[in-house]
């Protein structure tokens, strides 16, 4: 069975932290990965992964793959109020347009 | 561009009754998709469409239905709502390379 399993599940930092989130992944076939950013509506698209090693940058946040190992890590430098928020994984099951999400890491920061 | 749009934005239905969920979108993206989102669950694909025509099932496809008559617009019908459907749907659409989707504001069904 295809599975996406996010950690942790929540955490609470104070402003001006960083925060590491992880994603790891056992799918069938690996296309790519993606993460996403849910506030209080729709999630909106941060990142695509998919080869190793190729650290993606935007900003305070960034991303990076490990395919040998199965995971991705989310990095946030000095974090904002404004970064609260539910952080998405999912990956993109080559041969189909599937995706399958984790169940996301509840972010909190503290002014 | 409007985007993705999703109507209604509540809905309360009694168990046994039947609607549809409408989605459209201006992008014309080929693929879209159905999620429904319960907590602690993350998000489950119900159904997906990569052209007018073309639907298929994803991890959660019992109890909807699906069509793609136009482009534009992705309906979901739930045939006979259950309490277990009690949850929040979004929509989402990309083009055919399938990365970057963009969801709908999503509806939030209760099924008394």
């Known amino acids: 069975e295809d599975k996406v399993v996010q950690s942790p599940l929540s955490l609470v930092v104070h402003e001006g932290d960083t925060v590491t989130l992880n994603c790891s992944y056992e799918?069938?076939?690996?296309?790519?990965l993606l993460w996403y950013k849910q506030e209080k509506k729709a999630p909106t698209f941060l990142f695509m992964l998919?080869?190793?090693?190729i650290e993606k940058k935007s900003g305070r946040l960034s991303s990076i793959l490990d395919k040998k190992e199965l995971f991705s890590i989310l990095n946030i430098t000095a974090t904002q109020t404004g970064d609260s928020a539910v952080y998405l994984c999912?990956?993109?099951?080559?041969?189909?347009?599937?995706?399958?999400f984790g169940t996301g890491t509840r972010l909190k920061v503290l002014a | 561009n409007a985007g993705v749009t999703q109507t209604p934005k509540f809905q309360v239905l009694k168990t046994g009754q039947s609607m549809t969920l409408q989605c459209a979108q201006d992008?014309?993206?080929?693929?879209m998709s159905w999620y429904r989102q319960d907590p602690g669950m993350g998000l489950r694909l119900i159904h997906y469409?990569?052209?007018?025509?073309?639907?298929d099932q994803g991890e959660v496809p019992n109890g909807y239905n699906v069509s793609r008559s136009t482009t534009e617009d992705f309906p979901l019908r739930l045939l006979s709502a259950a309490p277990s459907q009690t949850s929040v749907y979004f929509c989402?659409?990309?083009?055919?390379?399938?990365?970057?989707?963009?969801f709908g504001p999503g509806t939030r069904l209760t099924v008394t």
């Open positions: 799918v069938t076939n690996f296309r790519s």
């Open positions: 998919t080869s190793s090693g």
């Open positions: 999912a990956v993109l099951l080559s041969g189909t347009y599937k995706y399958i």
């Open positions: 989402a659409s990309s083009n055919v390379q399938g990365y970057e989707q963009y």
């Open positions: 469409s990569v052209g007018a025509g073309i639907t």
């Open positions: 992008m014309n993206h080929e693929y």
